[in-house]
């Protein structure tokens, strides 16, 4: 078994990232450093005193420490890193855009004012979720070895138990309603034979070049000379 350093050091950068930045955030909140508040999504604060890193910082808190906390931080952990590891293996430029994309999805579903949330990291890991079932629908997932089912029914058996549990459902929703976009615009739309619309931008492939933590095949981007990955070309799912 692998000890607690050699498992960190073994997560791919882009899940490894967010899900210590989620971690520190419920650790600074429960050690009263800060008012969550401070950094929920309030457009009146965006808007009329431009706050505007609340576009950015409500996605670092999933909740406080507490049994939903930590399977939404398990999920990270597994799916997330098997979705990084798994289907954008040697994509890391790829993988970011997949969270920027949902991040930016969710923003416009909150919009809508039967999904207002004040947090929406709860949503951005239920997308990553929901995405990785769709990239693997046929693999065997054993519920509390009991139950053995197809990886493309996890989302909604974790909807099922957060019902059942009294959890809040709307950010579920919204991270399949952002999963699915993404999904059905990244693989299901170029399949049908029409233009790839979301391929990765320039400056997502720059910034991960820049940032040096990676790997990304046939990136159209050279690495820093600080970074110790070599970046060559670009590559998309389906490159059209």
């Known amino acids: 078994m692998s000890s607690p350093t050699e498992y960190y050091k073994s997560l791919p950068p882009v899940i490894k990232t967010y899900g210590v930045l989620c971690l520190m955030t419920t650790t600074a909140y429960y050690f009263n450093l800060f008012d969550y508040v401070t950094i929920s999504l309030s457009y009146v604060h965006i808007l009329k005193q431009f706050q505007v890193w609340r576009l950015v910082t409500n996605f670092f808190f999933i909740a406080p420490f507490s049994t939903y906390f930590g399977i939404r931080l398990l999920m990270l952990a597994r799916y997330g890193v098997l979705l990084e590891k798994g289907q954008f293996k040697e994509r890391t430029a790829d993988f970011l855009w997949m969270m920027i994309f949902g991040a930016l999805s969710l923003l416009m579903i909150n919009m809508i004012p039967i999904f207002r949330s004040w947090f929406l990291a709860p949503s951005l890991v239920f997308m990553i979720l929901y995405v990785w079932s769709r990239e693997v629908?046929?693999?065997?997932?054993?519920?509390?070895?009991?139950?053995?089912?197809?990886?493309?029914?996890?989302?909604?058996?974790?909807?099922?138990?957060?019902?059942?549990?009294?959890?809040?459902?709307?950010?579920?929703?919204?991270?399949?309603?952002?999963?699915?976009?993404?999904?059905?615009?990244?693989?299901?739309?170029?399949?049908?034979?029409?233009?790839?619309?979301?391929?990765?931008?320039?400056?997502?492939?720059?910034?991960?070049?820049?940032?040096?933590?990676g790997a990304q095949i046939n990136s159209p981007v050279q690495t820093t000379p600080q970074a110790g990955i070599a970046f060559r070309g670009r590559s998309y799912r389906l490159n059209r």
């Not at 549990?165 to 170029?190: E, R, S, T, W």
């Open 137 to 213: 629908p046929n693999s065997q997932i054993t519920f509390f070895g009991l139950v053995t089912f197809q990886g493309v029914y996890l989302p909604w058996i974790m909807l099922g138990l957060d019902l059942i549990f009294n959890n809040p459902l709307k950010g579920d929703i919204m991270g399949i309603l952002a999963g699915h976009l993404y999904y059905f615009l990244a693989v299901l739309y170029p399949l049908s034979g029409r233009k790839n619309v979301l391929k990765t931008p320039l400056w997502v492939f720059k910034v991960v070049a820049y940032w040096g933590e």
